[in-house]
Every structure is written in structure tokens, then in C-alpha cells.
């Protein structure tokens, strides 16, 4: 069945970097684009980055650009997030999310994983 | 960025009674070219993912309960669940993917009356 499966998660102190992943299963990864969403403890959804099917479009909400990069190996059926430059508002359970049709950029998530806790703490 | 309100905030309502949720976004979602509204609903259950239940304002995921239903255009969109089920104790969501940054309503909590 499809599958997304979130690892790399953890505590981090403020200033610190982390790599997420998300490894994929049961579809054609190479054919999707991808994307980041995070939940901050308690609160909403939040869209985080995402990349094109074959890597050759990345876009950021403002306040992760320059922190973080969205990155995938096709070959690998694997997702990352680097996060650099932390801080104790990136804290949130960072979930990836499949796109529901081929090739395209921005459409619903038809797939999601079950998602890696980031806690950015002293 | 397109701001997505949702209402209410939260919602009791009797066992296979109707509940409705609103979602208005801040501009058209709706793609003239193709014209297809770039809106989805959510349910997300307490320590789990969200789960697609409605794309393109009114589509049903395949596998949801036909007791859900989305409906709306432009900016104004709605969520029915027209019996509640006990499962169906959740916070839904409404997303735009029509533009980024993409964006989600701030949420609603459905529970039992």
C-alpha cells in the first residue's frame, strides 16, 4: 500500500540543524511532487516547503527560507528536509505529504506520513 | 497570502444529526484556465495524520463515507457530515493549494453532543 514514513526527528538546542526523511512506498515516487507540512503542539497545520517531481522546482513559506532546504533522491524513494539555524518556533511534528496526481506542483495530499517530532529547546 | 477562515470553531452535535462547517478564503481559489477550485477538507483524529476526504471543493476522496460532502465556490466553502457517526469526532480542515504559501483554515472540533 502507499506509504510515507518520516525518521530524523528529535531535540535540538536553538541554533542547531537536523535532517529530516521520509522514505516512500507502494507508488511511483518519482512521478510526485512532495511536500513538507508541520504541526506546532496543540495547533494547526502549517505547509512547510515543497519540491517538484524531479527536483527542479523547490518553493518555502518566509520564515524557513534560507534555513531550510527541501531535497529528494528518486533513486532512493526518499524525501529530506535540512533544517539549519533553528529555533524553538520550528518545534512541531513535521509530517511529509504526498501530492494526489502526477507531475503537477500544488494539489491535495493524498498520502501523508505519520509524522517526526522537532523539539528546538535549551 | 490567501487567509482561510474557517467557523465554527467548534461544533457538538447530536448522533446522526447534520454538522456543517465553513470555510471562506480571503480570494478565489478557482482556476480559470482549468476551471478547477483548488480546495480540500481534512479530518484529523487525535495522534494521527490528516486524512483527504473532499479535493477540488466538492470530490470525495475514494474510501470516505458518502455522509461527507463539500460543496461551495469562489471564496465561500462548506463541509456537511450529514449523520454523525462517533468516529467522525475529529478536527477538520479546510487547505487552498492554489497558490503558495499553501495554506489551512485554523481548524474545527467536531464532538458529540
Known sequence: QVQLVESGGGVVQPGGSLRLSCTASGFS????????VRQAPGKGLEWVAFIRFDGSKTEYRDSVRGRFTISRENSKKTLYLQMNRLRPDDTAVYYCAKVGED???LYHFDTWGQGTLVTVSS | DIVLTQSPDSL????????TINCKSSQSVLFNSNNKTYLSWYQQKPGQPPKLLIYWASTRESGVPDRFSGSGSGTDFSLTISSLQAEDV?????????????????GTKVEIK
Open chain 2, 90 to 106: 475529529a478536527v477538520y480542515y479546510c487547505q487552498q493549494y492554489h497558490t503558495t504559501p499553501l495554506t489551512f483554515g485554523g
Open chain 1, 103 to 105: 507531475y503537477g506542483d
Open chain 2, 12 to 19: 457538538a452535535v447530536s448522533l446522526g444529526e447534520r454538522a
Open chain 1, 29 to 36: 515516487f518519482r512521478k510526485n511532487a512532495m511536500h513538507w
